[in-house]
């Protein structure tokens, strides 16, 4: 079993729904949760970034952490063509250099 | 803007050969990495450097070794290139505070081994 598994989609939707983006993972110990988009034939660019529980909104994203049920969430509200990307769960130990990542989510939107 | 560059965005190679990747980042971090990213597997850590000289193995470091010689300067070596190597690769830099958590990534390599 990997340690964050994350359903890689494909994911297609209108242009305007709302998106909602999943990780579970195994290790309880894992504390800082981060979300990555990455563009075609580029490098990942960090999206989101949350400490332990809770929830953190920056414009039309939501991430949520639920460390009883160890699984996270990203919302993408009012979901925009640009958005068409390849979303990526990352997380880590305290103190630990090492990321593990998701398998990433393709996510289409459709003018 | 912080800037991770790498050598090179596509490279072709044959089995056998001695392949070096590049990887400059221009903030002045401490840590750096070194990523493969293959369908299906999400991304998977080779080797990290938290400081000049210095160097962590990853989840897959079996076939590569790194340098690091200058902090600014990370770099991947395949001493002998194998099929099963061909993939994208991934470098990235991060600062060296705790709770800082950015890892600023390249553009990537897209490696081929014929």
């Known amino acids: 079993q990997k340690e964050v598994e994350q359903d890689p989609g494909p994911l297609s939707v209108p242009e305007g729904a709302i998106v909602s983006l999943n990780c579970t993972y195994s290790?309880?110990?894992?504390?800082?949760f981060m979300w990555y988009r990455q563009y075609s034939r580029k490098g990942p660019e960090l999206l989101m970034y949350?400490?332990?529980?809770g929830n953190k909104e920056d414009g039309r994203f939501t991430a949520q952490v639920d460390k009883s049920s160890k699984y996270i969430s990203l919302f993408i509200r009012d979901s925009q063509p640009s958005d068409s990307a390849t979303y990526l769960c990352?997380?880590?130990?305290?103190?630990?250099?090492?990321?593990?990542f998701g398998q990433g989510t393709r996510l289409t939107i459709n003018p | 803007d912080v800037k991770v560059t790498q050598s090179s965005r596509y490279l072709v190679k044959r089995t056998g050969e001695k392949v070096f990747l590049e990887c400059v980042q221009d903030?002045?971090?401490?840590?750096m990495f070194w990523y493969r990213q293959d369908p299906g597997l999400g991304l998977r850590l080779i080797y990290f450097?938290?400081?000049?000289?210095?160097?962590e193995k990853g989840d897959i470091p079996e076939g590569y070794s790194v340098s690091r010689e200058k902090k600014e300067r990370f770099s991947l070596i395949l001493e002998s290139a194998s099929t099963n190597q061909t993939s994208m690769y991934l470098c990235?830099?991060?600062?060296?505070?705790?709770?800082?958590?950015?890892?600023?990534f390249g553009p990537g390599t897209r490696l081929t081994v014929l």
């Open positions: 903030m002045d971090h401490e840590n």
């Open positions: 990235a830099s991060r600062p060296g505070a705790e709770g800082t958590d950015t890892q600023y």
């Open positions: 949350t400490y332990s529980s």
């Open positions: 990352a997380m880590r130990l305290q103190g630990a250099q090492k990321l593990v």
């Open positions: 450097s938290y400081d000049v000289k210095m160097k």
């Open positions: 290790n309880s110990a894992f504390q800082y």
